[in-house]
């Protein structure tokens, strides 16, 4: 599908990789992009393509995965407005070793490799910036791993609905509300529970009057309790560490 008009350099400015360049090398690197509207389940890329450039979603979502040999789906990362991927692939000349599908319909910027290297050269303070963001990806995924290791399910999923809030904070009066933006399933599979489980999890908090269910909007009336609930003592009925997909 082709893409509306998009002031492309001024949407570049904007993102922090970019915001210290000058008008006439936003005008250099916009040559250098493409603009692509994805349709809900249309790959973005698949593992084995060759990588020549890296990804920015600019609406919409991006779902990272892989497939077992047995055709079992593993979440990697969801990737929103504003989020870069596949940058450090890029610079090792290797075919991409995941997939990304959109999820609904999504807007996806697309830089291509020549159009960064022609700008580093220029500047070696870009290196800095991506390096930066690289770096900082790499420190996510290794929480994420870390996570997966010491922390069982349940904690998982607390965290997940708790994330970029600290619950020591003064509590909101009308508590907060999560917007789960992708399925139940796809949410469990990035956080290497069972669909199955993280439902029950859900349901348990529920019952226990931590949070309140609407169809995909969860109210936590509590914060500081519901993180609380996270003590090995509170495991749901059944529960256990969570670590099949």
Known sequence: MQASPFDLPR???????????????LQRLAAGC??????????????????NEFHVTVSGQVKLFV??????????????????FAEALMFTGKPYIINAQALGETLLLSVRKHAVLAEIERDPRFTLRM???????????????????????????VGYLLRGHDPA??????????????????????????PEYFSRVLHEL?????????????????????????LPSAVPRGGRPALDA
């Open 11 to 25: 949407y570049l400015a904007d993102l922090a990789l970019f915001q210290e360049m000058s008008a006439d090398e």
């Open 34 to 51: 493409r603009l692509r509207r994805l349709d809900g389940g249309e790959m973005v890329f698949r593992i084995g393509e060759c990588c």
């Open 67 to 84: 497939v077992s040999p047995a055709g079992q789906e593993k979440v990697i990362e969801l990737m929103g407005p504003g989020q870069s």
């Open 131 to 157: 390096l930066a963001g690289m770096s900082l990806r790499l420190d996510n995924l290794l929480r994420d791993v870390a996570g997966y290791a010491l922390h069982n399910g349940l904690q998982r999923v």
């Open 169 to 194: 904070a003064a509590p909101e009066p009308r508590g907060l509300t999560v917007a789960l933006p992708v399925s139940m399933a796809t949410i469990a599979s990035r956080l290497s529970i069972t």
């Open 206 to 230: 529920e019952a226990r009057g931590l949070i309140e269910i609407d169809r995909a909007t969860i109210r936590i009336h509590d914060a500081a309790r519901l993180a609380q609930h996270t």
